[in-house]
């Protein structure tokens, strides 16, 4: 691996929606995408001795994201703010600390604002759900770009 793609701290990783580019939250914490094969498949039978046995799924997905984010009174905003976005399948952009990026077609699923309280700032909860599909319904793998 070469020591530029390594990702020695998490600072800062950002992400980008195609259908708001200027949607008024600020990233505190990001957990990037990962990968999820799905439940076992029960392969046991009354021949089985000992133990149940399993096999692998066929496919694949990748993981819901979350996000915890400051924001601004305008992320209420009924049509520039973030209640447009829910559930819109669009291209997202998760933004590396050492620049490389992953696109891939997913939808704003919450945005989950915490009691505000006396000298703490308000930190919105998150989720971006991968979709996999583009707008059209096709399968659509993501696409990860190296740093520069």
Known sequence: ???MDRIDNGFSTTM???ANPTIEFYEIEVQPPGWEG?????????????LHT?????????TPIAISAAYTAGAFHLTTGIKPMINVNQLVK???????TIDFWAFLKNFIPPSHAINTRPMAAMTVQPTNT???????LPIYTPAA
């Open 94 to 100: 998760v933004t590396l600390p050492n620049g490389a």
């Open 1 to 3: 691996m070469p020591l």
């Open 134 to 140: 583009n707008t059209v319904k096709v399968e659509t």
């Open 54 to 62: 399993f096999s692998p799924g066929a496919l694949i997905t990748m």
């Open 38 to 50: 799905g439940e076992p498949i029960p392969t046991s039978t009354m021949r089985n001795l000992t």
């Open 16 to 18: 980008s929606f195609a």
